[in-house]
Antibody, heavy 120, light 107 residues
């Protein structure tokens, strides 16, 4: 079955950088777009970014544009999110999610998430 | 960006009763609306896609419908495991957006 496992979360100071990863298994990773979605503590879901199956198309939320960079390594079945200039409002659980197709916007499988805390 | 407004924020229902959740879009999203269920400490799970299609493995008691920009998620007879938070999400435009969620709690 499809498994998505995020890693790389932790506590980081404002203005610093952090990279998250998502390891996929049980799926032909290179055939699907992938997303990051975040959830601040006690809040709702916020979509962050999508990358197409071949990495050629990327769309970002305005709140992270220019600070976050998504990438993927298809041979290694891995999705990454480089986060820089982190702010306290970036504190959230970050989920990676598989797209139903290339970048249809339908999220059919989700990982369990990794917590990022931005605090001095 | 498209704003999705969910109502009510909290719905108190007894097990075995019907629950009806609403999601209104600020502009047309055609049928490109999904519903997700999230239980405490868990990731969201896709329930309904494109307004009325059940995702793989989702019980028939969950159904979705649409009228214009108003979407409805119905749970015909609530089971104990259905008490959770439900989110709607549109995929017609980037950025993808989610509604604020409806918490279904035990009455």
């Amino acid at each position: 079955q499809v498994q998505l496992v995020e890693s790389g979360g932790g506590v980081v100071q404002p203005g610093r950088s952090l990279t998250l990863s998502c390891a996929a298994s049980g799926v032909m990773f290179s055939s699907y777009g992938m997303h990051w979605v975040r959830q601040a503590p006690g809040k709702g879901l916020e979509w962050v970014v999508v990358i197409s199956k071949d990495g050629s198309n990327k769309y970002y939320a305005d709140s992270v544009e220019g600070r976050f960079t998504i990438s993927r390594d298809n041979p290694k079945n891995t999705l990454n999110l480089q986060m820089s200039s982190l702010r306290p409002e970036d504190t959230a659980v970050y989920y990676c999610a598989k797209d139903y197709g290339d970048h249809t916007g339908m999220l059919d499988y989700w990982g369990q998430g990794t917590l990022v805390t931005v605090s001095s | 960006e498209i704003v999705l407004t969910q109502s009510p924020a909290t719905l108190s229902v007894s097990p075995g009763e019907r629950a009806t959740l609403s999601c209104r879009a600020s502009q047309s999203v055609s049928n490109y609306l999904a519903w997700y269920q999230q239980k405490p400490g868990q990731a969201p799970r896709l329930l309904i896609y494109d307004a009325s299609n059940r995702a793989t493995g989702i019980p028939a008691r969950f159904s979705g419908s649409v009228s214009g920009t108003d979407f409805t998620l119905s749970i015909s007879s609530l089971e104990p495991e259905d008490f959770a938070v439900y989110y709607c999400q549109q995929r017609i435009n980037w950025p993808l957006t989610f509604g604020g969620g409806t918490r279904v709690e035990i009455k």
